[in-house]
């Protein structure tokens, strides 16, 4: 069993940054960021194989957004810059095989708002 707890999120400009964090317990293979705004279905948004660190990202937030860990901390995070209006949206981390499918991640955090004004 592992418990992933997120912080982080909250309200900003368009333009601005934040970054969400993401600890787990346990050992963990990969770890992915999902979204779903409001009337949407979830979507990928980032993830990270933890023994290569490989790093892949939706192409909507390429550039801007950044998946890193701290291996110490059991601990990943998701550095958002030059943040969108149409970023807004509950942010998860989830824990699994690592793909960009949702439904292949069995362990997710209680999501994060981030709200992002125009």
């Known amino acids: 069993q592992v418990q992933l707890v997120e912080s982080g999120g909250g309200l900003v400009q368009a333009g601005g940054s934040l970054r969400l964090s993401c600890a787990a317990s346990?050992?963990?293979?990969?770890m992915a960021w999902f979204r779903q705004a409001p009337g949407k279905e979830r979507e990928f948004v980032a993830r990270?194989?933890?023994?290569?660190?490989?790093?892949d990202y939706a192409d909507s937030v390429k550039g801007r957004f950044t998946i890193f860990r701290d291996s110490a901390k059991n601990t990943v995070y998701l550095q958002m810059n030059k943040l969108k209006p149409e970023d807004t949206a509950v942010y998860y981390c989830?824990?699994?095989?690592?793909?960009?499918?949702?439904?292949?991640?069995?362990?997710w955090g209680q999501g994060t708002q981030v709200t992002v004004s125009s």
């Open positions: 989830a824990t699994g095989f690592g793909t960009r499918n949702s439904y292949d991640y069995d362990y």
């Open positions: 346990g050992r963990i293979y990969a």
């Open positions: 990270l194989i933890w023994s290569t660190d490989y790093r």
